[in-house]
């Protein structure tokens, strides 16, 4: 699936609820799913459960699309603009910005 039918699929599903419960309150739940996400990974490794680190990187993207479709953004555009297939600051690909980072 590519982000556009991904963002499509969002707005058929919630659009109707999402435009009801409107941006403030909708960015409010995308914070919410990241401190789900924060909690999981803040585990000691071995207590941390994938499944659950998936489910919750599923919702930050679900929400982001439902924030998007909120403001007319087309996801598929920024991250084309923001991820070109290069690094922005070096022009590399792989990114070559922090060459010393051990
Ligand atoms: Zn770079």
Redesign the pocket.
């Known amino acids: 699936m590519e982000i556009k039918e991904f963002q499509k699929l969002m707005k058929d599903l919630y659009f109707h609820f999402d435009s009801q419960r409107g941006l403030h309150r909708t960015a409010l739940w995308l914070g919410e799913e990241i401190g789900e996400l924060m909690a999981e990974l803040k585990k000691a490794p071995k207590l941390i459960n994938k499944v659950a680190v998936a489910e919750e990187l599923a919702d930050i993207l679900a929400w982001s699309a439902s924030l998007a479709n909120l403001m007319d953004i087309s996801l598929d555009q920024a991250v084309l603009k923001k991820y070109p297939g290069y ?1 922005l ?2 022009g ?1 690909n792989p ?3 922090h060459k010393n980072l051990s």
């Open positions: 690094c600051k070096c590399k990114c070559q910005c």
